[in-house]
């Protein structure tokens, strides 16, 4: 259950169970302790620089991640990205204010040793006692859901399939037979909905799961006051989640109760937050790569005739039209009604702008545009108006992911979505990512992205 809640309808979490409420602690807690633990081994005085770096950290990676039910390898593999990418923030900050020289060298060598390993042993630790605690008999909650349905079969499934979250599923309730559900599977089929207060009441039913098309209004509200008279706890899980939620949270108009089923994640503060970063990461790379960019704008112009820069009609934010710059790569400049994506030794491509599209140096233009407030340093990577205009007709939610600003790399670009789509298939699968990034932005995430883009970029070979 806990990951259709995390995928599907975060806004349903107001009040945070124990285990996730541990789960939020335990990285940056984790990072702190081991930190601690070296400062004192060390013999070192835990003063105030040590608190005040322990605060960053606590900031920088709160809340933690869930790996309860995670591949051993996701889970090892994401630790250590992360810790990096934390590790590379603090190194470059700590540098760049004077703050590194206050620490001792062997307690930072030490720490970035430990500090991985002290968060893998917690994860492991947590994964072996919460299953054991959570099955004992005093804290096991038997639960009931009404409505055999798919979301009601699907919910059924993520009770099952997670151990920790105490929860021992009993069966369904619906009104139809088993030869009317259809194929429904060997699911056990307590009786119609008439029988669920009685079954509550005489089975001391703690949780019950109501799934059950928002129709079916009138025989809710019966079931409703029938429970009344019990003392399970009762959710409603009604039938808009099958459908796929970008941002879903609740909200309120004078009191009335709005359901937001598609929105942006960048309002109010994590609006500011993205703005902030963009601006400061889009003016610190541009200081640094500088040379560079002049560099190339010189190879351009000595390599072929055309202009340096390619200026090509893009969908940024809600969908308009906007501006991207590129150093140009091609001897054509194609900006109109069909344009053919580039392939492998494709002959427009020029000999120095093969090198560039390689290394992805012919985009450093576009933090320009970051700074333009045209695209953001991550988000679903802009596609030529001509590519949009045919794929928002193919790919259902396509135009979705124009909530956000373009991003000069994005989730599936460091997920193997690079370079040329070939198949509508594989559209959608850089499409279903850039909705991934839509329902679970957060700045931890896109500081991982720009750390696995520089990673990869070099070895990449989508990219042509």
Request: proline share 5%; aromatic share 8%.
């Amino acid at each position: 259950m806990d990951a259709v809640l995390n995928r599907q309808h975060p806004f349903l979490k107001s009040r945070l169970s124990l285990t996730r409420l541990v789960i939020s602690f335990l990285d940056p807690l984790a990072l702190i302790a081991s930190l601690l633990a070296i400062g004192w081994y060390f013999e070192e005085a835990i003063g105030a620089p040590y608190i005040i770096l322990a605060l960053i950290v606590f900031s920088l990676d709160f809340p933690g991640r869930s790996y309860m039910t995670a591949r051993f390898g996701v889970m090892l593999r994401d630790v250590l990205l992360g810790w990096l990418l934390l590790a590379f923030i603090l190194l470059f900050f700590g540098y760049a204010s004077g703050y590194l020289k206050v620490f001792p060298p062997e307690v930072l060598r030490n720490w970035a040793i430990l500090a991985p390993v002290a968060q893998i042993c917690c994860h492991v630790l947590l994964r072996t006692i919460v299953p054991r605690v959570v099955s004992m008999g005093a804290n096991v909650r038997r639960s009931v859901i009404v409505g055999a349905n798919d979301l009601g079969l699907q919910l059924s499934r993520e009770i099952s399939e997670s151990p920790y979250l105490g929860t021992r599923f009993l069966g369904f309730f619906d009104d139809r037979s088993r030869n009317r559900l259809g194929n429904i599977g060997e699911v056990t089929l307590l009786g119609p909905m008439c029988d669920v207060a009685t079954f509550v009441r005489d089975q001391g039913i703690d949780l019950i799961y109501l799934s059950l098309p928002m129709t079916t209004q009138p025989r809710i509200l019966n079931l409703l006051d029938d429970l009344a008279d019990t003392t399970a706890s009762v959710y409603f899980v009604p039938d808009i989640f099958v459908t796929d939620l970008i941002q879903a949270r609740m909200d309120d108009i004078n009191g009335m109760p709005v359901v937001a089923v598609c929105d942006t994640p960048f309002s109010g503060m994590n609006g500011l937050i993205k703005r902030t970063s963009d601006i400061v990461l889009a003016l610190l790379i541009l200081v640094l790569v500088s040379p560079f960019m002049l560099a190339i704008a010189i190879g351009v112009r000595l390599s072929s005739p055309g202009p340096i820069l390619f200026r090509q009609r893009r969908y940024g934010l809600d969908g308009k039209e906007i501006m991207v710059y590129k150093f140009r790569s091609m001897s054509v400049m194609e900006d109109g009604r069909d344009i053919i994506q580039a392939t492998r030794n494709d002959a427009r491509i020029t000999p120095l702008g093969s090198l560039l599209r390689r290394t992805s140096l012919d985009e450093l233009p576009q933090f320009i545009n970051v700074l333009q407030g045209r695209m953001s340093i991550v988000g679903p990577r802009p596609h030529a108006v001509a590519h949009n205009e045919m794929y928002r007709k193919l790919i259902r939610g396509y135009m979705v992911r124009h909530k956000v600003k373009p991003g000069i790399t994005g989730w599936a670009q460091v997920n193997g979505l690079r370079g040329e789509t070939r198949t509508l298939d594989k559209m959608k699968r850089r499409i279903d990512y850039d909705l991934e990034y839509l329902r679970n932005w957060s700045l931890k995430l896109d500081l991982m992205i720009i750390m696995r883009t520089i990673l990869i970029v070099l070895k990449d070979r989508n990219a042509y």
